[in-house]
């Protein structure tokens, strides 16, 4: 089953919108595998956004998530990865259609809400930098 990693930013936390968010997934039919509420450190946040290393804006994106706490979250299901792309709009909430999370909750580029992992290798990777095999439920088990 294909997994994906998703995370409520702090501003999506400071904004209570943790509840509304997981909501929208479950509603969707998508299965929660991990979840924690966690502090990102600067080491953490360089590797997740190592693509960005070169990008002006690298040291905000840092300063940002580190900054209170975030929503780290593992849920799978048939185009996870895909279909929750699509549910949380495009990258730059004034560009993200309504009805999307970032089109009703997001304000701006930096302040976006959640991230989610754009292709299967990213799901992989930035799964296994949060998550240890562990803290993943495997619900196949499950009588
Ligand atoms: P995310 O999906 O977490 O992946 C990279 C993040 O970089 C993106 O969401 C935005 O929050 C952030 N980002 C992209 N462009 C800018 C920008 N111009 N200024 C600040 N942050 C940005």
């Given at each position: 089953m294909?997994k994906?990693?998703?995370?409520v930013?702090?501003?999506?936390?400071?904004?209570?919108?943790?509840?509304e968010?997981?909501?929208?997934f479950?509603r969707?039919?998508?299965?929660?595998?991990?979840?924690?509420?966690m502090?990102v450190?600067?080491?953490l946040a360089?590797?997740?956004?190592?693509?960005h290393?070169e990008?002006?804006?690298f040291?905000d994106?840092?300063e940002?998530?580190t900054s209170?706490?975030?929503?780290?979250?593992?849920?799978?299901?048939?185009n996870?990865?895909?279909?929750s792309?699509?549910?949380?709009?495009?990258t730059?909430?004034?560009e993200a259609?309504?009805?999307t999370?970032?089109?009703?909750?997001?304000?701006t580029?930096?302040?976006?809400?959640?991230?989610g992992s754009?292709?299967?290798e990213?799901a992989?990777?930035?799964?296994g930098?949060?998550?240890?095999?562990?803290?993943?439920?495997?619900?196949s088990?499950?009588?």
């Amino acid at each position: 089953m294909e997994k994906t990693f998703l995370m409520v930013k702090p501003d999506g936390v400071q904004r209570q919108l943790v509840g509304e968010i997981i909501s929208r997934f479950e509603r969707k039919g998508f299965q929660l595998v991990g979840g924690k509420l966690m502090n990102v450190s600067s080491e953490l946040a360089g590797e997740h956004y190592a693509e960005h290393k070169e990008r002006p804006f690298f040291n905000d994106l840092v300063e940002f998530i580190t900054s209170g706490p975030v929503f780290a979250m593992v849920w799978q299901g048939e185009n996870v990865i895909s279909t929750s792309r699509k549910m949380m709009g495009v990258t730059n909430p004034k560009e993200a259609t309504p009805g999307t999370i970032r089109g009703d909750f997001g304000l701006t580029v930096r302040k976006n809400i959640i991230h989610g992992s754009d292709s299967p290798e990213s799901a992989v990777r930035e799964i296994g930098l949060f998550f240890s095999e562990q803290e993943l439920q495997d619900y196949s088990k499950l009588i």
